[in-house]
């Protein structure tokens, strides 16, 4: 899972307001839940709808410029969305804001947007660009004071005409680190923000990340056929002496066929300069971080013969500093599975990849909300991370994402469910502002009718991912066009938040589906949680409050993620009972990744385990397997789950086309409605 998420209890609603910090319902059209008041029952603040839009194209605007924008984006639209940021352009860069309906003007000088409303600013927060962490305290700065987040070298610029804007707060120097900056600001600010939600943003990382190879690197190493099972572990031996001429050098590991969703394996990594060792470690422990320069989307596998490994396209890179004068460079990995080494002497990262960007900033400082970024793998930091958790009440919504990738999606979202924190990754999502002060306005669903129980092998397709607010604005629209849509029955993961976050998203996909497609529940209902983290006592009462958006949209079939220590594990009985009698659940999938198979929880819960697929040919392997140990006496059950990032529907149909007479492809509602028949089961309510 690449980038992933957001929730409350009924019982603690009262506490949903905003606190000092924010604006009063006089000044802004943010409207949070209030005391006995069920009309303000909401998970996310509302905006007033959008009437016109001066729509700024930033998409290749430096990263200064892009987090101008964003804070200049949330103190505009805090009062009523007019700015629209063009800052992507995977499903087309006017492609959602045609979608709006709304009357737009688009700018291609940014400036005469800034122009238009420099009034509503009343000044400038530089930030310090040697510590890019003091980007985040200049953003929550910003929406406390209506203020815009500036660097040095802009806010000069925006101090003198004809912007003359005053500097109201300066950062650079003020903090020593990262944790410095965030202590201090949740010091000196936390109790001016609203407590409604938690913002974690990456402060300098931009999203677009050019595919292939940087140009100076060349492949020393590779594994070109699909290897699993590490039958090609081994000690490689990588001469990099053409390489010198630099004072480092970069090993850059991918994943060799990224259409599978296998990738390399390391697992230690010695490196020689004219036979003496200047570098050796093993991955995932503190001799590695000296020289991990990017884990990009990499995990460590813990414990004794640990390794660090990129599945589904990712990869990771290793620095060395070289001794003057070296002759003869090489190195030695013990490495395995699907591995493509790299090797360059320049840094891999473009500067433009290490700029900041403008994504959700709008939200948090629309909303006054304090933004850090936090790694929760890092005892100082995690000791923060979790006394900023305790300070919330349970179901409040982390919106954004996490600081080490993978490691820290797993190991945050576990302390953030122990807390009663769900996630909704939004750290990529666009004008959130603008979306929030959108409407409902649903058709009513087309479904075909359900098919006979037989003697056959129920096969249902689950896209994953869908827990993931960008990946909805983004990726799956890109999917959702593919011409192959509709052909053949698929289960469509989402966000039930949509219904607030971004109306206009889930009417697309709500009105435009075929009875072929369903939307279900992402991960693990209304927002990115771990059940089994989660406090019993707070539990049923947040499924609760949020079956209702689970009912609007539909939803009412979740995926649902379950780990402890980064391992999946099984709904307990209460968890499982929590979901069938608080989310009426006809049944549930459940993620165990390498296997399948129908268990009933407790007395009528069917609860599916997804076999995690990445390829058409995984699939049909899969099925192929199924049937040939199915003795064909009473029905089989399988439930795919399609890695959103690698497949599309048109390889669903190409999966389905070659199935035999023996299966059957079936959506969602109806794959639950047959095994409870199958099963004797009661129907579902």
């Given at each position: 899972?690449?980038?992933?998420?957001?929730?409350?209890?009924?019982?603690?609603?009262?506490?949903?307001?905003?606190?000092?910090?924010?604006?009063?319902?006089?000044?802004?059209?943010?409207?949070?839940?209030?005391?006995?008041?069920?009309?303000?029952?909401?998970e996310?603040?509302?905006?007033?709808?959008?009437?016109?839009?001066?729509?700024?194209?930033?998409?290749?605007?430096?990263?200064?410029?892009?987090?101008?924008?964003?804070?200049?984006?949330?103190i505009?639209?805090?009062?009523?969305?007019?700015?629209?940021?063009?800052?992507?352009?995977?499903?087309?860069?006017?492609?959602?804001?045609?979608?709006?309906?709304?009357?737009?003007?688009?700018?291609?000088?940014?400036?005469?947007?800034?122009?238009?409303?420099?009034?509503?600013?009343?000044?400038?927060?530089v930030?310090?660009?040697?510590?890019?962490?003091?980007i985040?305290?200049a953003?929550?700065?910003?929406?406390?004071?209506?203020?815009?987040?500036?660097?040095?070298?802009?806010?000069?610029?925006?101090?003198?005409?004809?912007?003359?804007?005053?500097?109201?707060?300066?950062?650079?120097?003020?903090?020593s680190?990262?944790?410095?900056?965030?202590?201090?600001?949740?010091e000196?600010?936390?109790?001016?923000?609203?407590?409604?939600?938690?913002?974690?943003?990456d402060?300098?990382?931009a999203?677009?990340?050019?595919s292939?190879?940087?140009?100076?690197?060349?492949?020393?190493?590779?594994?070109?056929?699909?290897?699993?099972?590490?039958?090609?572990?081994?000690?490689?031996?990588?001469?990099?002496?053409s390489l010198?001429?630099?004072?480092?050098?970069?090993?850059?590991?991918?994943?060799?066929?990224?259409?599978?969703?296998?990738?390399?394996?390391?697992?230690?990594?010695?490196?020689?300069?004219?036979?003496?060792?200047?570098?050796?470690?093993?991955?995932?422990?503190?001799?590695?971080?000296?020289?991990?320069?990017?884990?990009?989307?990499?995990?460590?596998?813990?414990?004794?013969?640990?390794?660090?490994?990129?599945?589904?396209?990712?990869?990771?890179?290793?620095?060395?500093?070289?001794?003057?004068?070296?002759?003869?460079?090489?190195?030695?990995?013990?490495?395995?599975?699907?591995?493509?080494?790299?090797?360059?002497?320049?840094?891999?990262?473009?500067?433009?990849?290490?700029?900041?960007?403008?994504?959700?900033?709008?939200?948090?400082?629309?909303?006054?909300?304090?933004?850090?970024?936090?790694?929760?793998?890092?005892?100082?930091?995690?000791?923060?991370?979790?006394?900023?958790?305790?300070?919330?009440?349970?179901?409040?919504?982390?919106?954004?994402?996490?600081?080490?990738?993978?490691?820290?999606e797993?190991?945050?979202?576990?302390?953030?469910?122990?807390?009663?924190?769900?996630?909704?990754?939004?750290?990529?999502?666009?004008?959130?502002?603008?979306?929030?002060?959108?409407?409902?306005?649903?058709?009513?669903?087309?479904?075909?009718?359900?098919?006979?129980?037989?003697?056959?092998?129920?096969?249902?397709?689950?896209?994953?991912?869908?827990?993931?607010?960008q990946?909805?604005?983004?990726?799956?629209?890109?999917?959702?066009?593919?011409?192959?849509?509709?052909?053949?029955?698929?289960?469509?993961?989402?966000?039930?938040?949509?219904?607030?976050?971004?109306?206009?998203?889930?009417?697309?996909?709500?009105?435009?589906?075929?009875?072929?497609?369903?939307?279900?529940?992402?991960?693990?209902?209304?927002?990115?949680?771990?059940?089994?983290?989660?406090?019993?006592?707070?539990?049923?009462?947040?499924?609760?409050?949020?079956?209702?958006?689970?009912?609007?949209?539909?939803?009412?079939?979740?995926?649902?993620?379950?780990?402890e220590?980064?391992?999946?594990?099984?709904?307990?009985?209460?968890?499982?009972?929590?979901?069938e009698?608080?989310?009426?659940?006809?049944?549930?999938?459940?993620?165990?990744?390498?296997?399948y198979?129908?268990?009933?929880?407790?007395?009528?819960?069917?609860?599916?385990?997804?076999?995690?697929?990445?390829?058409?040919?995984?699939?049909?392997?899969?099925?192929?397997?199924?049937?040939?140990?199915?003795?064909?006496?009473?029905?089989?059950?399988?439930?795919?789950?399609?890695?959103?990032?690698?497949?599309?529907?048109?390889?669903?149909?190409?999966?389905?086309?070659?199935?035999?007479?023996?299966?059957?492809?079936?959506?969602?509602?109806?794959?639950?409605?047959?095994?409870?028949?199958?099963?004797?089961?009661?129907?579902?309510?």
């Amino acid at each position: 899972m690449a980038r992933r998420f957001t929730i409350l209890c009924l019982a603690f609603l009262c506490a949903f307001s905003l606190t000092a910090g924010a604006a009063s319902a006089s000044q802004t059209s943010v409207q949070t839940a209030k005391p006995g008041d069920s009309k303000a029952n909401r998970e996310l603040p509302r905006f007033k709808k959008p009437q016109h839009l001066d729509a700024a194209d930033i998409y290749d605007a430096p990263g200064d410029i892009k987090l101008l924008f964003g804070t200049l984006q949330g103190i505009v639209n805090r009062k009523q969305p007019r700015i629209y940021l063009i800052e992507s352009q995977e499903e087309g860069k006017l492609t959602w804001l045609n979608d709006l309906d709304v009357p737009y003007t688009l700018h291609q000088d940014y400036w005469d947007v800034f122009s238009t409303y420099r009034s509503e600013v009343k000044g400038i927060i530089v930030y310090d660009p040697k510590l890019p962490d003091s980007i985040n305290v200049a953003t929550t700065l910003a929406g406390l004071k209506d203020a815009v987040v500036a660097s040095p070298e802009l806010a000069s610029q925006l101090s003198k005409a004809p912007y003359n804007l005053k500097i109201l707060d300066d950062l650079q120097g003020k903090f020593s680190s990262r944790l410095d900056a965030y202590t201090w600001q949740y010091e000196h600010l936390w109790k001016k923000t609203t407590h409604q939600m938690l913002v974690g943003l990456d402060p300098d990382t931009a999203i677009r990340i050019p595919s292939g190879l940087p140009e100076s690197f060349v492949t020393i190493a590779e594994e070109e056929q699909p290897i699993r099972d590490a039958g090609n572990r081994d000690t490689y031996s990588l001469d990099l002496t053409s390489l010198l001429g630099k004072s480092e050098v970069y090993l850059r590991f991918d994943d060799a066929l990224t259409q599978d969703g296998w990738g390399p394996a390391v697992h230690e990594v010695t490196l020689k300069a004219d036979g003496k060792i200047i570098a050796n470690f093993v991955a995932g422990t503190p001799e590695e971080e000296v020289f991990l320069y990017d884990r990009q989307n990499s995990k460590v596998a813990e414990g004794q013969g640990g390794h660090r490994f990129a599945d589904n396209g990712n990869y990771f890179v290793y620095e060395f500093s070289l001794p003057a004068g070296t002759q003869k460079l090489t190195a030695e990995v013990d490495m395995w599975n699907q591995f493509k080494v790299s090797a360059g002497n320049i840094r891999p990262l473009s500067a433009e990849q290490q700029e900041p960007y403008a994504y959700l900033r709008d939200y948090a400082v629309a909303n006054k909300a304090m933004v850090f970024w936090l790694d929760s793998n890092v005892p100082e930091q995690k000791a923060l991370f979790e006394k900023i958790m305790s300070d919330v009440e349970p179901g409040t919504p982390y919106l954004g994402w996490f600081s080490n990738d993978v490691e820290g999606e797993f190991s945050s979202v576990e302390i953030a469910s122990r807390y009663g924190v769900y996630v909704l990754a939004a750290d990529w999502f666009s004008n959130l502002t603008v979306f929030s002060g959108t409407e409902p306005k649903f058709k009513p669903a087309q479904k075909s009718p359900r098919p006979e129980l037989e003697n056959k092998i129920y096969v249902t397709y689950t896209f994953t991912e869908g827990d993931n607010f960008q990946y909805n604005q983004h990726r799956m629209r890109v999917m959702w066009e593919d011409p192959a849509r509709g052909k053949v029955p698929i289960n469509w993961t989402s966000s039930p938040l949509l219904y607030e976050g971004a109306p206009a998203i889930l009417n697309h996909y709500v009105n435009t589906a075929t009875p072929n497609d369903l939307l279900i529940a992402g991960p693990s209902g209304a927002g990115y949680l771990y059940p089994g983290a989660w406090p019993d006592s707070s539990f049923r009462p947040f499924l609760q409050q949020t079956e209702k958006y689970l009912k609007k949209t539909g939803m009412n079939i979740s995926y649902v993620l379950n780990r402890e220590d980064s391992e999946n594990i099984p709904l307990t009985p209460f968890k499982a009972s929590a979901y069938e009698k608080d989310y009426h659940s006809p049944g549930l999938f459940i993620s165990y990744e390498d296997n399948y198979g129908v268990e009933i929880v407790g007395e009528s819960l069917p609860v599916s385990t997804i076999r995690g697929i990445s390829t058409a040919q995984d699939g049909l392997q899969v099925l192929n397997e199924a049937k040939a140990n199915w003795d064909g006496k009473s029905p089989l059950f399988i439930s795919l789950g399609l890695l959103a990032w690698s497949m599309m529907p048109s390889d669903a149909l190409a999966l389905t086309e070659e199935l035999g007479a023996e299966f059957k492809v079936v959506r969602a509602d109806d794959y639950f409605s047959l095994i409870r028949e199958s099963y004797d089961l009661p129907a579902s309510k």
